[in-house]
């Protein structure tokens, strides 16, 4: 019996023997070397059904400006594919534009930023060193290589760097597929084929003809514009043959203070002889955007100079009660100087997301952004989620038809449709594409954005370029210069133009200016420029 107990044991022991051998062969070598055949080999990735644990998604705060033109959605199409993609959770937080401003500076002020944020590059280049904002050149050299391929490809985006470094991600554009955009003039034609007028070539002739369609219309008001004199001096001035306030003038190669020169009293002039003969909308300083589109949808007022866009959605409405309404590109219009000349906005915004130099998750933001600049991201960001809201073919980017039906039938089609997805300049998105607007919008837009591009190439249209990089001393001086000049100016523009200050007064306007520091703002800006070669 004794003998027979042995032999078990020693059975046992033996299979208990063998089954750790075999445990050691299938988890490939007891000693973790890999197998000789295998050598230098990397070692595969454990499949997904292998159990290894995914990271958590991280959550950040988005914050920027909720258009009314194009409401913010939480959740959207858009986000989603961020999120699958890139594995970070995107908490959108929209503030109404009209409060933007004034919120995100008393966020910058009391060092209390989202973990992102949008802002315009003034902010970007006032606030840059004041220790608020993340200095993403301490990463993107690993983390961004799509981001680096965008700054090899556009050489303006080294305008950006702050000190030599970026503070933040720049919003650009896919110039392949770029509509050519400008605060540019247009016109009603019915109104001007209804009373035998010819499209006027210059703003002699325009005031002429918005004489003659306030005779016709006493209860309108020709010209309309939104959010004052000031936003729209950028422009109008320009195509005055001056600027506003300091701008790169092509033809001097230098900046100058427009306000200075002797043709900014054209313009003034100008402006103020169509208000006082009711030719200019008397509500032109307070016009919301959503009052200046109601003059023009509505057969208030025939005539802007702003973003030509618009003009399609003026047109649907306008044709459902008259179908011959139409707005339509006025040419380039000769000033009273004899300028020629107009201008155009670049396709990229240049306006950035910064990033909390408080976030937990830099790395993750950084990647996350990176994503975005690849064309799959930029895909997601314009398009909304692949197979379902676009497919491409060839190449080719192709709008879902039943997307495109679900929304063309709304008061501004594109707007309402990037709303729904979220994509696009105004929703959360680096790199633009005007596909989804030359797609779902009338074929009358396309046709003026090739006639803005007709004239640029013959170089009465112009292209606003990026203002030079400026020095932290540089930086320190214009935030200081720049408010005392910006309070005289917006203290006064609308006063010329309403008549309670002559333009007489023009030189003692301009000694203000001067003495707040209008000189010394050109000279910081052409020192900088000349650092640049130029």
Known sequence: MMVLKTSKTRYALLLLLLLSLVTAACSGSGNGTAPADNAGKPEAAAPETSGAATPDPVEITVMRGDAPIQPLVKDSPAQ??????????????????????????????????????HIKRADLITHANSGVFLNLSDYIETYAPNFLKWVEQEPELDKLRIDGDFYGFPIVANKEHAAFVGGLPMIRTDILQELNLAMPTSFDELYEVLKAMKAAYPDSYPWTMRNGAEANLKTLAFAFGNGYPTYYDPEDSQYVFGPMKDSFADVLTYLNKLYKEGLLDPNFATNTAQQWQQNLSSGKSFFFFDNYTFATNFNLSLQEIDKTAQFDMVPVLTAPSGAKRHYMDSPNSY?????????????????????MYSEEGMEATNFGTPGVHFTKENGKIVISPDLLAEFSGKSDPYRAMQSYTGTGLLAFAVVTDDTPMLTISPPKLTDWS??????VSEGSIVEKVLDPPFTEAEREQLKQLNSSVNTILTQNIDKFIFGARP????????????????????????????????
């Open 80 to 117: 989603k594919e961020i999120m699958s993609h890139t594995n970070v959770i995107i908490n959108l937080e929209g503030v109404p534009n009209s409060d933007y401003d004034a919120k995100s500076n008393t966020l910058i002020a009391t060092n209390n930023v989202p973990d992102v944020m």
């Open 503 to 534: 333009v007489s007064e023009l030189d003692a306007f301009r000694n203000e200016l001067n003495k707040a520091g209008a000189a010394e703002i050109v000279a910081i800006y052409n020192a900088a420029l000349a650092r640049m070669g130029s």
């Open 450 to 455: 090739d006639m803005v591009k007709a004239q």
């Open 351 to 371: 306006n950035s997301y910064v990033v909390s130099s408080k976030t937990e998750h830099p790395e993750e933001i950084v990647k996350m952004f990176d994503w």
